[in-house]
């Protein structure tokens, strides 16, 4: 069994674990699930120093790492394939590492403790699998995985609202599902195994245009079929106007669902637009990239106006994570090595401090119970410590350079300008409102008048501050030296970038 399998499947045998034992043995369960998720990362840590960072993947067999193939189902060409490249490893490291930092910040959920770690479990069985399946079949299998769980987490162990939150954030996703399975299907029945001359599900037999026949060579289908996968994966980022789902899932999820939600989640939309459509549609990809950009840029504003809008803490953070996740959108549309980079390191930077902004969210909603920014005041001169981090996270959102955002929200400028001027400048603007509404709510939680209510309000603790102090140093760490992820990913989305904006066909 493979360093990859294992990574996949070693969180569902924790769930199968858990199941077993007893309900009421709360403190058994956790540090179970804890242990469960620090293996993973161990895991995918010790592929760090082995992966050779001069191999492209995206397309090419031969330079995929730690590769699995086995026969699932022969007779519908599918197969359990799995492996990394440069696109997909930062995910993994980053959805280990997030995962393995919501068990302690779980600590307070005393409903159903066994369900909830069994399922947060079982969900990042499907993270993993959707970072690593290089089978169109296996891939969609894994992105349903991811769904269920999350349904259920929100559902039961959600806020008041949490039903309703939890059924549009299933539907929406079921949406952008069913259109995927319709462009998997088509694609499946349009593209030949070169050796067997069977049907295939393999992502990479697909990407070779020479394997692609019938309808796929109509133009109009090929826009269609971006189109279906654009708006499945966009419904993921989430893209302007498929983006209502996440405040009411944010806000009324419990605070570790919120990070795996901003900190992974996100990300597999973009991730799918790169693994999938760019190889898969290049040519369609190429012609419709001032498309992604205008999208990226309506994100960038929206996101940030919507943002200075709110009065709850955790919506303000939820838009957001909307608006940087446009930076995102924006650079990948350039097809620079620069821009191409950018995105996928603004895809890190944004898991992680996203992760640390919904994580001191929960912080304060533990003590006031509530989340109205205007309530507070005066938190400075009460929760000195909480100050400190928050201020960090505030700080590297809003991209101050020392900080990891600033490195990749510049990257992703740096890329996209050349090629979209008028988005990129306008995008800028997001840069502005982003540090309004940030600094705006500092003031008015932390300084001025002690509100009466929180003069004895408890200082962030050693637990809390374990969640927390990782994400502070990656996000310091790589803000001052970058490259130990740039690294990993350059060889491969600048490979991407160049693949796309060389390819043929008739558009």
């Given amino acids: 069994?493979?360093?990859?399998?294992?990574?996949?499947?070693?969180?569902?045998?924790?769930?199968?674990?858990?199941?077993?034992?007893?309900?009421?043995?709360?403190?058994?369960?956790?540090?179970?699930?804890?242990v469960f998720t620090a293996a993973v990362l161990v895991i995918a840590a010790s592929l760090y120093p082995q992966f050779d960072?001069?191999?492209?993947?995206?397309?090419?067999?031969?330079?995929?790492?730690?590769?699995?193939?086995?026969?699932?189902?022969?007779?519908?060409?599918?197969?359990?394939?799995?492996?990394?490249?440069?696109?997909?490893?930062?995910?993994?490291?980053?959805?280990?590492?997030?995962?393995?930092?919501?068990?302690?910040?779980?600590?307070?959920?005393?409903k159903h403790?066994?369900?909830?770690?069994?399922?947060?479990?079982?969900?990042?069985?499907?993270?993993?699998?959707?970072?690593?399946?290089?089978?169109?079949?296996?891939?969609?299998?894994?992105?349903?995985?991811?769904?269920?769980?999350?349904?259920?987490?929100?559902?039961?162990?959600?806020?008041?609202?949490?039903?309703?939150?939890?059924?549009?954030?299933?539907l929406y996703t079921l949406l952008g599902s069913v259109l995927m399975l319709v462009v998997i299907l088509v694609l499946y029945f349009n593209v030949r195994d070169p050796v067997t001359g069977g049907h295939t599900f393999n992502m990479l037999m697909m990407m070779?245009?020479?394997?692609?026949?019938?309808?796929?060579?109509?133009?109009?289908?090929?826009?269609?079929?971006?189109?279906?996968?654009?708006?499945?994966?966009?419904?993921?980022?989430?893209?302007?106007?498929?983006?209502?789902?996440?405040?009411?899932?944010?806000?009324?999820?419990?605070?570790?669902?919120?990070?795996?939600?901003?900190?992974?989640?996100?990300?597999?939309?973009?991730?799918?637009?790169?693994?999938?459509s760019y190889p898969i549609l290049p040519d369609a990809t190429r012609s419709l990239a001032w498309f992604l950009a205008l999208m990226g840029t309506i994100n960038i504003i929206y996101g940030a106006l919507c943002a200075m809008a709110q009065t709850d803490l955790k919506k303000l953070v939820a838009y957001s994570s909307i608006s940087h996740m446009g930076y995102v959108m924006l650079a990948m549309s350039s097809l620079t090595p620069a821009g191409m980079n950018g995105a996928v390191f603004q895809m890190f930077n944004h898991g992680?401090?996203?992760?640390m902004l919904f994580l001191l969210v929960g912080v304060i909603y533990d003590r006031a119970h509530h989340r109205d920014i205007a309530g507070f005041g005066g938190l400075a001169n009460v929760m000195p410590k909480y100050l400190g981090v928050t201020a960090v996270a505030f700080f590297a959102s809003m991209g101050l350079p020392g900080l990891s955002g600033f490195i990749s929200e510049v990257m992703c400028f740096i890329g996209a300008f050349p090629v979209w001027q008028t988005f990129t400048i306008i995008s800028i603007g997001g840069i502005i409102i982003t540090a309004g509404y940030l600094l705006w709510t500092i003031q008015r939680m932390f300084f001025g008048a002690v509100n009466p209510k929180y003069?004895?309000?408890?200082?962030?603790?050693?637990?809390?501050?374990?969640?927390?102090?990782?994400?502070?140093?990656?996000?310091?760490?790589?803000?001052?030296?970058?490259?130990?992820?740039?690294?990993?990913?350059?060889?491969?989305?600048?490979?991407?970038?160049?693949?796309?904006?060389?390819?043929?066909?008739?558009?």
């Avoid at 360093?3 to 007893?22: D, N």
């Avoid at 992105?143 to 309703?164: A, D, Q, S, V």
Wanted: aromatic share 14%.
């Fill in 53 to 110: 960072r001069g191999m492209a993947g995206i397309n090419d067999p031969k330079s995929f790492q730690f590769t699995e193939v086995a026969q699932w189902i022969p007779a519908y060409g599918i197969h359990y394939y799995v492996g990394i490249d440069g696109l997909s490893f930062p995910m993994v490291l980053l959805t280990a590492l997030l995962c393995f930092l919501c068990i302690p910040a779980s600590w307070g959920i005393n």
């Fill in 208 to 276: 070779d245009q020479g394997n692609q026949s019938g309808i796929l060579a109509l133009q109009s289908v090929r826009v269609l079929l971006f189109f279906g996968l654009y708006i499945g994966f966009a419904i993921k980022v989430p893209v302007f106007p498929f983006h209502t789902w996440l405040p009411d899932a944010h806000v009324e999820a419990p605070t570790a669902i919120s990070v795996i939600l901003a900190g992974v989640l996100l990300k597999m939309g973009a991730y799918g637009l790169l693994r999938i």
């Fill in 113 to 170: 403790v066994k369900g909830y770690h069994a399922l947060f479990l079982l969900l990042e069985t499907g993270m993993m699998g959707t970072f690593v399946a290089l089978d169109f079949f296996l891939f969609y299998v894994f992105w349903e995985i991811m769904l269920l769980p999350m349904y259920f987490l929100i559902g039961i162990w959600g806020g008041p609202r949490r039903i309703y939150a939890a059924i549009k954030f299933f």
């Fill in 352 to 355: 992680t401090i996203t992760a």
């Fill in 1 to 34: 069994m493979g360093p990859l399998t294992l990574i996949t499947f070693l969180p569902a045998a924790g769930a199968v674990l858990i199941a077993l034992l007893p309900s009421d043995k709360h403190r058994l369960i956790r540090w179970t699930t804890l």
């Fill in 455 to 507: 003069t004895g309000l408890p200082d962030i603790n050693a637990r809390e501050l374990f969640t927390l102090i990782p994400l502070v140093l990656v996000i310091i760490f790589l803000g001052i030296w970058p490259h130990p992820v740039l690294n990993l990913m350059n060889t491969s989305m600048t490979y991407l970038g160049q693949l796309v904006q060389h390819a043929g066909g008739l558009l």
